[in-house]
């Protein structure tokens, strides 16, 4: 073990490494076991074939001119080689079609200019309004909601919006939950869900009376459970009842009073509330699934299954049931259309990813569950007939 120490400290670590990249879970102590003896294997034969050649007492190159001038030249042609591929972002060309697709989402102006309608806080204490979706010259008759995944939606809810020829209003902001009277602390003790953000939003929707429509979406799944699909070790988080009613409960509890607070809220004012149903977290980055399938081929057995998705959501899904029964909501389940024949979630077709991480819908994500709202647009269409003929009528 002493003579091959060198050759096990060089060749641990990219065995671990690049098995633990393609196998993508934690690794098993039977093929932990495994890697440690292909280790000492390999450790053996690099002794005998490349350090002993070199070292012993009949080197490959006796001349120690010569070996110094290889030298120089690997190190220059390396240097150069390092230099090219620096140059050119990498190796981009090796898979070209792998590159487009990641580009796609790495790329994503939808997605960025998205984040600049996250400034709501500002906008509303400089009495702005804000950003808006649909068609410009129409009245503003619904407004979407919520966090980091309502702000993934945002692609649908447009295209819907153009269709039908109306327009809403975004009011999202990352990690904020739409449950008024509710901060959350993480382990690391950092705050969200700041309830200023809320309490902004739900004054906005006060000072229009036409605005019907209210989308309510986030990572619901998250908030219930306190923690990510898939998420090990990580920040965990839990929320805290700001109104100081309500101390000790669960994070699913919590979510409960703070949802129902915002709905109570919203149907007073007589707003109907459509409350989406998360799509479902892929546990990996869709990236590096598409990218593995690719390159080595077969991937698709690690994405969940719908069955284990719902049976994961159970309490959510209970939840959700519960709060349908409540006069004016309507839940929409998008993680429906995003499975395959055997009930396996899908993350890319006709070339383009479905996701942009783990949990986020892409653009074309967005657009693919876009029908799901297609009775909620439809009914804000007919509302809004409805009440024109009635104007007229008068």
């Given at each position: 073990?002493?003579?091959?120490?060198?050759?096990?400290?060089?060749?641990?670590?990219?065995?671990?490494?690049?098995?633990?990249?393609?196998?993508f879970?934690?690794?098993?102590?039977?093929?932990?076991?495994?890697?440690?003896?292909?280790?000492?294997?390999?450790?053996?034969?690099?002794?005998k074939?490349?350090?002993?050649p070199?070292?012993?007492?009949?080197?490959?190159?006796?001349?120690?001119?010569?070996?110094?001038?290889?030298?120089?030249?690997?190190?220059?042609?390396?240097?150069?080689?390092?230099?090219?591929?620096?140059?050119?972002?990498?190796?981009?060309?090796?898979?070209?079609?792998?590159?487009?697709?990641?580009?796609?989402?790495s790329?994503?102006?939808?997605?960025?200019?998205?984040?600049?309608?996250?400034?709501?806080?500002?906008?509303?204490?400089?009495?702005?309004?804000?950003?808006?979706?649909?068609?410009?010259?129409?009245?503003?008759?619904?407004?979407?909601?919520g966090?980091?995944?309502?702000?993934?939606?945002?692609?649908?809810?447009?295209?819907?919006?153009?269709?039908?020829g109306?327009?809403?209003?975004?009011?999202?902001?990352?990690?904020?939950?739409?449950?008024?009277?509710?901060?959350?602390?993480?382990?690391?003790?950092?705050?969200?869900?700041?309830?200023?953000?809320?309490?902004?939003?739900?004054s906005?929707?006060?000072?229009?009376?036409?605005?019907?429509?209210?989308?309510?979406?986030?990572?619901?799944?998250?908030?219930?459970?306190?923690?990510?699909?898939?998420?090990?070790?990580?920040?965990?988080?839990?929320?805290?009842?700001?109104?100081?009613?309500?101390?000790?409960?669960?994070?699913?509890?919590?979510?409960?009073?703070?949802?129902?607070r915002?709905?109570?809220?919203?149907?007073?004012?007589?707003?109907?509330?459509?409350?989406?149903?998360?799509?479902?977290?892929?546990?990996?980055?869709?990236?590096?699934?598409?990218?593995?399938?690719?390159?080595?081929?077969?991937?698709?057995?690690?994405?969940?299954?719908?069955?284990?998705y719902r049976?994961?959501?159970?309490?959510?899904?209970?939840?959700?049931?519960?709060?349908?029964?409540?006069?004016?909501?309507?839940?929409?389940?998008?993680?429906?259309?995003?499975?395959?024949?055997?009930?396996?979630?899908?993350?890319?077709?006709?070339?383009?990813l479905y996701?942009?991480?783990?949990?986020?819908?892409?653009?074309?994500?967005?657009?693919?569950?876009?029908?799901?709202?297609d009775?909620?647009?439809?009914?804000?269409?007919?509302?809004?007939?409805?009440?024109?003929?009635?104007?007229?009528?008068?």
């Amino acid at each position: 073990i002493g003579l091959i120490s060198f050759s096990l400290y060089l060749w641990h670590w990219p065995l671990f490494a690049f098995a633990k990249y393609l196998i993508f879970r934690e690794l098993t102590p039977f093929e932990i076991t495994g890697i440690i003896f292909a280790t000492f294997l390999i450790s053996i034969f690099s002794l005998k074939f490349i350090e002993q050649p070199f070292r012993g007492t009949e080197p490959v190159l006796p001349d120690r001119k010569n070996l110094f001038a290889l030298s120089a030249m690997t190190m220059i042609i390396a240097s150069i080689i390092g230099t090219a591929i620096y140059l050119q972002k990498g190796l981009p060309g090796r898979y070209p079609d792998v590159s487009i697709v990641l580009k796609d989402i790495s790329d994503d102006p939808e997605w960025d200019k998205a984040g600049e309608y996250e400034k709501i806080t500002a906008r509303l204490s400089e009495g702005k309004v804000p950003a808006r979706v649909g068609v410009k010259n129409s009245t503003p008759s619904f407004i979407l909601w919520g966090d980091s995944h309502a702000r993934a939606l945002i692609p649908a809810v447009s295209l819907q919006a153009n269709q039908l020829g109306i327009s809403g209003f975004i009011t999202t902001q990352s990690s904020h939950p739409p449950i008024l009277g509710m901060d959350g602390i993480e382990s690391n003790m950092n705050v969200f869900c700041n309830h200023t953000f809320n309490d902004g939003v739900i004054s906005f929707i006060k000072q229009h009376p036409d605005m019907k429509t209210v989308i309510l979406a986030a990572v619901w799944e998250c908030y219930a459970n306190g923690i990510h699909f898939k998420q090990i070790g990580g920040t965990t988080l839990q929320f805290k009842d700001v109104t100081g009613i309500t101390r000790n409960q669960s994070n699913l509890s919590f979510l409960k009073i703070g949802l129902t607070r915002t709905i109570v809220a919203l149907t007073s004012l007589g707003c109907h509330v459509v409350i989406v149903s998360d799509v479902p977290d892929i546990g990996y980055d869709a990236g590096r699934i598409y990218w593995l399938s690719n390159i080595v081929g077969g991937s698709a057995f690690i994405l969940p299954t719908l069955a284990e998705y719902r049976e994961r959501n159970k309490n959510v899904y209970a939840l959700l049931s519960e709060l349908a029964l409540c006069r004016n909501v309507t839940i929409i389940y998008p993680e429906s259309l995003l499975v395959d024949k055997t009930g396996r979630t899908i993350i890319m077709a006709k070339n383009k990813l479905y996701y942009r991480d783990s949990q986020h819908l892409s653009k074309y994500g967005a657009e693919f569950v876009s029908p799901v709202f297609d009775e909620v647009f439809k009914t804000i269409v007919n509302k809004s007939i409805l009440q024109q003929s009635f104007s007229y009528m008068k």
